[in-house]
């Protein structure tokens, strides 16, 4: 019999939460749970990330068991103070007060599910809130293609310093870190899981990007892509053009817009104005114009936004005034977004033609 208190249950169920569900590979619908000394090991994997975690447990030996995701996380939704675990062959029993669940696992299945890393390289990061958050934001500026080069976060080494950069191509943020790391690539979901934490370790472990929080390690196969030339875009901001605005002026807007909006596309546009800019949403049934302040050193041209699009990336900066930077590019026009208040960061976003 296996003794566990349910609020350790639930913090695995939480930490891995994130990793999605790999239908495909039989055993990869299961939780890997290893015991050993005192220790119980609950891990899941759907192939491209590993989640590993550790908590206190009572059991009389050594042995390793899978019990089914959906049943072990449907069971302890509603699991008194502790969790009693039965095992008999490849059958698995939870008991909670009253409420007993009978689950099998493949025969060997146990053999069959991967190995989370436990080596711990010589060479380790400590990665702190700032670069986590940074790495989560810039996560956000992902495209949703799957097995596309701009669906992934990478983290550049710049001599002392790092640059971490996101972008779909219409969209791209990039941000400087006071700490020399490694080529790093990471998908969406490894930024979202790695984002959640305030101080993680960084080790390279194989084919695996791995990042350790004590108890708990989450392991990403490292990805083949490399890095596009995005130097080349942030040296293409060279105009001298300014203009300020108050960021809280563009996100009321930008609601505004995309709530009165019918269209699948919300296309807004932003113009000079002699107050400072004039923002303005038309369609045939509805329209939507605003004049907002702005300390400018040049006249702007009228742009073309997609309007979810400028919302994010006002909303992914902080500080109360943003600067905008008018930059060129083959077919239409581009602005550089920054913050006063952090000024090593900086997003852009593409003008539609």
């Known amino acids: 019999?296996?003794?566990?208190?349910?609020t350790d249950l639930k913090e695995f169920i939480r930490l891995a939460k994130?990793?999605?569900?790999?239908?495909?590979?039989p055993v990869l619908q299961y939780v890997m749970c290893r015991c050993v000394g005192d220790t119980m090991t609950l891990c899941k994997s759907n192939q491209e990330t590993v989640v590993s975690h550790d908590i206190s447990a009572e059991f009389d030996e050594n042995i390793s068991f899978l019990v089914d995701d959906k049943t072990l996380t449907a069971f302890v939704a509603t699991a008194e103070d502790e969790v009693s675990i039965r095992l008999n062959g490849n059958k698995v029993t939870l008991i909670s007060g009253s409420v007993t669940i009978d689950t099998f696992y493949p025969n060997g299945g146990e053999k069959d599910y991967p190995d989370p890393p436990t080596a711990v390289s010589d060479t380790s990061y400590l990665l702190n809130r700032h670069v986590l958050k940074s790495i989560a934001v810039a996560g956000t500026y992902l495209?949703?293609?799957?097995?596309?080069?701009?669906?992934?976060?990478?983290?550049?080494?710049?001599?002392?310093r790092s640059v971490i950069v996101g972008t779909d191509a219409h969209i791209l943020y990039l941000t400087e870190i006071a700490i020399s790391l490694p080529n790093i690539v990471l998908s969406k979901e490894?930024?979202?899981?790695?984002?959640?934490?305030?101080?993680?370790?960084?080790?390279?472990?194989?084919?695996y990007n791995v990042f350790n929080a004590g108890k708990t390690t989450y392991a990403f196969i490292k990805p083949t892509?490399?890095?596009?030339?995005?130097?080349?875009?942030?040296?293409?901001?060279?105009?001298?053009?300014?203009?300020t605005v108050n960021r809280k002026d563009i996100i009321r807007f930008c609601e505004a817009a995309l709530g009165v909006s019918t269209c699948k596309w919300t296309i807004g546009t932003l113009s000079n104005s002699d107050d400072g800019l004039t923002l303005g949403y038309y369609e045939e049934s509805v329209s939507l114009?605003?004049?907002?302040?702005?300390?400018?050193?040049f006249v702007p041209a009228v742009f073309n936004f997609n309007t979810r699009l400028l919302l994010h990336v006002f909303k992914s900066l902080p500080g109360e005034y943003l600067s905008l930077q008018p930059?060129?590019?083959?077919?239409?026009?581009?602005?550089?977004?920054?913050?006063?208040?952090?000024?090593?960061?900086v997003a852009l976003i593409n003008g539609l033609v």
């Open 1 to 6: 019999m296996i003794t566990i208190k349910t």
């Open 18 to 25: 994130g990793v999605t569900r790999n239908s495909i590979i």
């Open 143 to 160: 495209s949703a293609l799957d097995n596309n080069p701009l669906s992934f976060c990478y983290i550049l080494p710049a001599e002392d």
């Open 190 to 207: 490894a930024t979202v899981l790695v984002g959640a934490f305030d101080k993680l370790q960084y080790f390279s472990y194989q084919n």
């Open 225 to 243: 892509y490399t890095a596009l030339p995005y130097k080349r875009v942030l040296d293409s901001a060279t105009s001298p053009g300014r203009m």
């Open 289 to 297: 114009s605003n004049v907002i302040t702005a300390e400018k050193n």
């Open 327 to 345: 930059g060129e590019r083959a077919n239409g026009t581009m602005y550089f977004v920054r913050s006063e208040q952090e000024a090593s960061t």
